[in-house]
C-alpha cells in the first residue's frame, strides 16, 4: 500500500495509511478530544474548510448510520484517526466508517501518531495542511501547503446555509422508537442556518418551538415581518468578521425581539452589539472539556 502523508504549513509531515477516498485534500487541521459521535463531527457544517484529527485511538468501532446525521451531508475537508476500526459491531450499523469515508470522497489518513498531532498544534496552534495519498514527495505539499488561503476573512457560512426557508417537525431520538412526535408548538422561533446541525432543530422543536429555519442572508425586515416569538442563531464555520450582512441582520433584531446564539451566532451577537472577536490558538472541539 502507498503512504498517505499529512503536511502542515509550518514544515511538520506525518506519514500514515490512506483512510476513506484516495487523493488528496486541504483545509485547517484541528483536533477533536472526543470519544465517540464520529458520525455527527463529519456532519457537522461547523467542520466545513477544516480537517478534523481525533485524539481518541480507536475510531470507527460502531460504524455509520442512517439516523445519527446532524446535516444533509457530511462537511469536513479530511479525517485523521490513529486507528480506523476493521470491525463496525452495532445493530444500527450501515456502513464502516471508512466505506462512508470513501462513499463521500473525503479524504483521510490514519496510522499516524495522533498524540504527537496533538501536542503540536496545542503548541504552535491550529494551521493549514494537506492530507495526500497520490503524491510521492512530501516537499511538494509543503510548498503548497504554505500557499493555501486559510479560514480568516472567507465567508464559510454561505457554503453550508440552505437556499430557502423551511419547517422543522420531527422530534428527539428515542431508542427502539426513532424519532418521536414532538409536543404541540406553544411560540414560534426563526432559526437563523449558519451551519445548524439537526439535533439542535430537534431540541428547539421538543420545547415546544414552532420552527422555521432561514437562509443565513435573511434581512431582519423579513424575520420581523412573521412575527417570530424569539430567534434563534445557530452554530456554524469559519470567521463571523467574515459575514457582515448577517451581523447587520442582527443588530437590526437586537432589542426588537428575544435573540438566542450559541458559537457562531453567540459571536455574531457580540459583533453586532459592538464588540469583538479574535481566533484562538487552537478551538476547543470535543464532547468531555471541563467546565469550572
Same mark, same amino acid.
Not at 35 to 51: A, F, H, K, N, V
Not at 222 to 229: G, I, M, W
Given at each position: 500500500?502507498?503512504?498517505?502523508?499529512?503536511?502542515?504549513?509550518?514544515?511538520?509531515?506525518?506519514?500514515?495509511?490512506?483512510?476513506?477516498?484516495?487523493?488528496?485534500?486541504?483545509?485547517?487541521?484541528?483536533?477533536?478530544?472526543?470519544?465517540?459521535?464520529?458520525?455527527?463531527?463529519?456532519?457537522?457544517?461547523?467542520?466545513?474548510?477544516?480537517?478534523?484529527?481525533?485524539?481518541?485511538?480507536?475510531?470507527?468501532?460502531?460504524?455509520?448510520?442512517?439516523?445519527?446525521?446532524?446535516?444533509?451531508?457530511?462537511?469536513?475537508?479530511?479525517?485523521?484517526?490513529?486507528?480506523?476500526?476493521?470491525?463496525?459491531?452495532?445493530?444500527?450499523?450501515?456502513?464502516?466508517?471508512?466505506?462512508?469515508?470513501?462513499?463521500?470522497?473525503?479524504?483521510?489518513?490514519?496510522?499516524? *501518531?495522533?498524540?504527537? &498531532?496533538?501536542?503540536?498544534?496545542? $503548541?504552535?496552534? =491550529?494551521?493549514?495542511?494537506? /492530507?495526500? !495519498? %497520490?503524491?510521492?514527495?512530501?516537499?511538494?505539499?509543503?510548498?503548497?501547503?504554505?500557499?493555501?488561503?486559510?479560514?480568516?476573512?472567507?465567508?464559510?457560512?454561505?457554503?453550508?446555509?440552505?437556499?430557502?426557508?423551511?419547517?422543522?417537525?420531527?422530534?428527539?431520538?428515542?431508542?427502539?422508537?426513532?424519532?418521536?412526535?414532538?409536543?404541540?408548538?406553544?411560540?414560534?422561533?426563526?432559526?437563523?442556518?449558519?451551519?445548524?446541525?439537526?439535533?439542535?432543530?430537534?431540541?428547539?422543536?421538543?420545547?415546544?418551538?414552532?420552527?422555521?429555519?432561514?437562509?443565513?442572508?435573511?434581512?431582519?425586515?423579513?424575520?420581523?415581518?412573521?412575527?417570530? *416569538?424569539?430567534?434563534? &442563531?445557530?452554530?456554524?464555520?469559519? $470567521?463571523?468578521? =467574515?459575514?457582515?450582512?448577517? /451581523?447587520? !441582520? %442582527?443588530?437590526?433584531?437586537?432589542?426588537?425581539?428575544?435573540?438566542?446564539?450559541?458559537?457562531?451566532?453567540?459571536?455574531?451577537?457580540?459583533?453586532?452589539?459592538?464588540?469583538?472577536?479574535?481566533?484562538?490558538?487552537?478551538?476547543?472541539?470535543?464532547?468531555?472539556?471541563?467546565?469550572?
Amino acid at each position: 500500500m502507498n503512504p498517505a502523508w499529512l503536511v502542515l504549513r509550518d514544515g511538520r509531515v506525518f506519514r500514515g495509511q490512506p483512510l476513506g477516498a484516495l487523493g488528496e485534500t486541504w483545509g485547517e487541521v484541528i483536533f477533536n478530544t472526543a470519544m465517540q459521535g464520529y458520525q455527527e463531527i463529519l456532519t457537522d457544517p461547523s467542520y466545513r474548510g477544516q480537517i478534523v484529527a481525533m485524539t481518541y485511538p480507536l475510531i470507527g468501532n460502531y460504524g455509520i448510520n442512517e439516523e445519527d446525521v446532524e446535516s444533509r451531508r457530511p462537511w469536513a475537508n479530511g479525517f485523521i484517526v490513529r486507528e480506523c476500526s476493521p470491525i463496525a459491531s452495532n445493530f444500527r450499523s450501515a456502513l464502516s466508517l471508512d466505506e462512508y469515508l470513501e462513499r463521500h470522497g473525503i479524504v483521510g489518513l490514519q496510522g499516524i *501518531d495522533t498524540r504527537a &498531532l496533538t501536542r503540536h498544534l496545542r $503548541d504552535h496552534g =491550529a494551521q493549514d495542511g494537506i /492530507i495526500s !495519498s %497520490v503524491a510521492r514527495d512530501p516537499a511538494e505539499l509543503l510548498a503548497r501547503a504554505r500557499a493555501l488561503p486559510g479560514l480568516v476573512g472567507r465567508d464559510l457560512v454561505a457554503e453550508v446555509t440552505v437556499a430557502e426557508p423551511y419547517g422543522w417537525s420531527e422530534g428527539g431520538f428515542k431508542l427502539g422508537h426513532g424519532y418521536v412526535a414532538p409536543p404541540p408548538p406553544r411560540f414560534r422561533v426563526v432559526a437563523y442556518d449558519c451551519g445548524i446541525k439537526h439535533n439542535i432543530l430537534r431540541q428547539l422543536r421538543m420545547a415546544g418551538a414552532h420552527v422555521t429555519v432561514v437562509p443565513a442572508a435573511t434581512p431582519a425586515e423579513a424575520v420581523l415581518e412573521t412575527k417570530p *416569538d424569539g430567534v434563534f &442563531l445557530s452554530n456554524g464555520p469559519g $470567521d463571523p468578521e =467574515a459575514v457582515p450582512y448577517l /451581523i447587520e !441582520s %442582527v443588530r437590526g433584531l437586537l432589542g426588537r425581539l428575544p435573540v438566542f446564539g450559541i458559537c457562531l451566532g453567540h459571536q455574531i451577537m457580540g459583533l453586532a452589539s459592538g464588540g469583538s472577536t479574535y481566533k484562538l490558538k487552537f478551538g476547543h472541539h470535543g464532547a468531555n472539556h471541563p467546565v469550572k
